[in-house]
């Protein structure tokens, strides 16, 4: 044995060591170099046969080439090791279930104007839409409403500020009634559902913002048992039974006469309760007999055509089927209320 062969060995190991990556051929290299059996032990063992001057300088030297090789094989195991630990924590498993995204779901109004529309629609009824934004001309002139009329009182809301023209968010449906009339000859079926505002103080049946649906049938020879029919059957479809409802003479200055509807109310069933006022019967829609002056500002003789209107609330329509009693909620954001639909 020679020092040349000691070094041979230590370009070999450390070369090995460095050329592992993973710690079954660490310790492998481990033992075969410095194990019982290995390498350099026996190198170290062999040299009880050398002569004496020999001995010494080939034992220091090949100690330090045991420690060397001792103290790299170490810090590479550690190295590995670390890799180890950090491939355990980023390990995916594969076989765990998924965490689902969470689906939203159609808003409780949307739901129930779906369901109405597609109940109007089966009767022959078209689905018109309006503008949000009006002038004064269609939401208060052209439905016989003119200035300094009572009425406008009772509908003053929120007013844009705008140069040319004075512009509001309209206060009803019904000024869809004009336009639809100025493009579309009669006779006519439409239900218009969409957004309304009012200057209003809330409680538990009013709202700032709520949801209509605006009804119009125009033909010939339209009357009231005819509109009494129409809403019965939405009624009978919508709520899936036979309702009971009344109308009661009301003013609307665009219809004449004009009469509101109201349900049994089915929270509670008919007896009086808080959402009622005790009256076991609830407001839902206002109605009528299209007043002629609105036929003319749209363009339609009143001698050759007949009509009614009305305009539901939808919000209400939804806390009479889900048993809602406060309107409120509706736009609240509560996902507890919301998820419950
Ligand atoms: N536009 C009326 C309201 O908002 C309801 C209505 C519609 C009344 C059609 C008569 C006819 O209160």
């Known amino acids: 044995m020679e020092i040349i062969d000691l070094k041979t060995l230590k370009i070999e190991a450390n070369k090995e060591i460095d050329n592992t990556a993973d710690l079954k051929s660490l310790d492998d290299i481990d033992k075969k170099y410095l194990g019982k059996k290995g390498e350099l032990t026996r190198i170290l063992r062999s040299l009880q046969i050398l002569p004496k001057e020999k001995r010494a300088n080939m034992g220091k030297a090949a100690n330090e080439v045991k420690n060397v090789l001792k103290q790299k094989i170490e810090i590479k195991r550690k190295e590995i090791g670390k890799d180890v630990i950090i491939a355990d924590k980023e390990r995916i498993d594969a ?19 779906r369901e109405v529309e597609e109940i109007f629609r089966s009767m022959g009824f078209e689905v018109a839409e309006g503008p949000e934004v009006e002038n004064e001309w269609y939401n208060f ?105 009344r109308l009661r003479p009301d003013f609307f200055p665009f219809t004449e006469p004009s009469f509101d509807i109201g349900m049994t109310c089915l929270i509670c069933e008919g007896k009086g309760c808080q959402l009622c ?62 998820n419950q639909f």
């Open 95 to 113: 076989t765990r279930p998924g965490k689902a995204p969470i689906q939203g779901h159609l808003h409780i109004l949307t739901q129930t104007r």
């Open 141 to 245: 002139d052209a439905l016989n409403i003119p200035k300094n009329h009572p009425a406008r009182d009772v509908w003053d809301t929120f007013w844009l500020k705008s140069a040319k023209e004075r512009l509001l968010l309209r206060t009803h449906t019904s000024p869809v009634q004009i336009h639809y009339m100025e493009t579309h000859k009669p006779p006519l079926r439409i239900i218009v559902p969409g957004n309304v505002f009012r200057h209003e103080a809330t409680d538990q049946r009013h709202e700032f913002q709520l949801f209509q649906v605006e009804g119009l049938m125009v033909d010939k020879d339209i009357s009231v048992p005819n509109f009494k029919a129409i809403v019965g059957e939405f009624f009978r479809r919508f709520f899936n039974k036979n309702m009971g409802f």
């Open 277 to 338: 006022k005790g009256s076991g019967f609830l407001e839902v829609a206002g109605a009528g007999m299209v007043h002629p002056n609105v036929f003319k500002a749209s363009g339609v003789d009143p001698k050759k055509w007949k009509g009614w209107a009305f305009g539901f609330g939808l919000d209400r329509l939804a806390m009479m089927k889900y048993k809602i009693n406060d309107v409120r909620l509706f736009r609240s954001g509560d996902m507890r209320f919301l």
